[in-house]
């Protein structure tokens, strides 16, 4: 992660943007996202304190939102939707903050124990937050209280100049640093690499060949496949060049650049939120049933990523038809143990009547709802009942379709068979019919 302050004079000449809001589908794998970046408009100078969005096939700006102090790094937190910004190099004591890009609204500052020199940040699948300088160390972040979780260490990476740094889809990195020339390289550290790595450990980098950009990258990210990417599943990257106010994609295999667009102002930071895809199922046994009887309800909540889910509500109204209702929630798989979230029923994993219960889910982890219902002894007909597991965030989901899911059960009158018995003669005698 090289970086360094980028010249107020380079940063002065019109509309400094930057983001890219995709909310379509990726071509090849599917991935719906949002890309954001942090600048300036011309009308307020060189205070990098607006949020932008950049369109990835035109590079038209579009002007979103203030930030609540001047920034040139940032990360869009899979977490909660959120972009968390971090406070340029001029305090000594930088801090971390957050905005709503849909609301505008900016959060409370923390302060942080990051050194004051320029920073870069990213947010990663698995929901961590990282920054980093000029130096040859990045560093994991806990945004809600600005302390720093681990240091960690680069091997094989170049120190100074200018660049950005960017998790992709898998949870691999992607590095822009200047190879000690000119000249800047693509360089890529596995997730395996350092997501789980112990504080002061050291990561190795792989250099994926010069990009060969005319002026000094400020941000990365990847974002739509377009011309000169590599075929998915490989990320295609984008990079932006502030003296030269364009934006790039770049080969994750080759590292060659091909120009996206024309940006209209110098991008100083670029990133993306992580869609993911959550699903809801809901199964009843038996569908046909008997009045009074007891109908037995399995629901699962599951997400198959590329992000995490820290919250979610499953919810289900059973209909008056019920005179009992009794759920309990079970973990049925953790999913990947090594990302920020965790497969949780939450703080009530059991309840009766309505259901409305939050959990989270890993990437592909999944829960499951098992529901007892007993039936009144007066209702018959057609019994629908409908649930549903909805985001909490502002993340996006890639499958909205698949969130809900209703059953019907037929309910039949329950038959009440009597048998009765007379005689007609009250005194009978010995011999008597």
């Known amino acids: 992660m090289k970086v360094i302050s980028i010249s107020r004079q380079r940063l002065q000449a019109g509309v400094l943007s930057s983001l890219l809001v995709l909310a379509a589908a990726w071509i090849g794998n599917a991935q719906a996202q949002t890309i954001y970046g942090v600048g300036d408009s011309a009308i307020n100078g060189t205070n990098y304190s607006r949020l ?19 920034s040139t790094a940032m990360g869009a937190s899979g977490l909660d939707g959120l972009v968390y910004y971090v406070e340029r190099a001029d305090p000594a004591t930088p801090r971390i903050n957050a905005i709503n890009p849909q609301t505008c609204v900016n959060g409370t500052p923390v302060a942080t124990t990051l050194p004051a020199a320029q920073i870069r940040a990213t947010a990663c699948p698995d929901g961590r937050f990282y920054a980093a300088t000029n130096t040859n160390q990045f560093f994991e972040v806990n945004v809600n209280t600005g302390a720093t979780v681990r240091t960690l260490n680069w ?32 360089y890529r550290a596995t997730a395996a690499s350092f997501q ?6 050291t990561v190795n980098v792989t250099n994926l060949g010069d990009v060969g950009l005319p002026g000094a990258p400020n941000g990365l990210t990847d974002g739509p496949v377009g011309a000169g990417c590599a075929a998915a599943p490989n990320p295609c990257l984008y990079a932006s060049t502030g003296a030269t106010n364009q934006t790039w994609r770049i080969n994750a295999l080759t590292a060659a650049a091909t120009n996206a667009g024309t940006t209209g102002g110098a991008l100083t930071d670029l990133s993306r939120t992580f ?10 046994s038996p569908s046909t049933a008997l009045q009074g009887q007891t109908v037995f309800y399995t629901l699962t909540a599951s997400n198959s990523g590329p992000g995490v889910v820290r919250s979610i509500t499953v919810t289900d109204v059973f209909p008056p038809a019920f005179t009992s209702v009794a759920w309990s929630c079970s973990v049925v798989s953790a999913g990947d143990p090594n990302t920020l979230v965790a497969t949780s029923c939450g703080v009530t994993p059991t309840g009766t009547g309505t259901l409305n219960n939050t959990a989270s889910l890993s990437l592909n982890g999944s829960i499951r709802y098992d529901v007892t219902a007993t039936l009144s002894s007066s209702f018959t007909g057609t019994l629908t009942n409908a649930g549903q597991a909805t985001l909490t965030a502002l993340v996006t989901d890639l499958v909205p379709s698949n969130n809900a899911s209703t059953v019907t059960s037929t309910i039949i009158p329950a038959t009440h068979l009597q048998i009765t018995t007379t005689n007609a003669v009250g005194t009978l005698t010995a011999g008597q019919t």
Do not use: E, H, R
């Open 52 to 70: 932008f969005s950049i369109n990835p096939a035109t590079g038209a700006a579009t002007n979103l939102c203030a930030l609540s102090f001047p």
């Open 275 to 284: 869609a993911l895809d959550l699903a809801f199922t809901k199964t009843v």
């Open 155 to 186: 091997a094989g990476l170049p120190t100074g100049g200018s660049g950005d740094f960017s998790c992709v889809n898998n949870g691999d990195m992607y590095i822009l640093a200047a190879d000690g020339t000119a000249n800047y390289n693509l």
């Open 196 to 201: 789980t790595l112990a504080n002061g450990g």
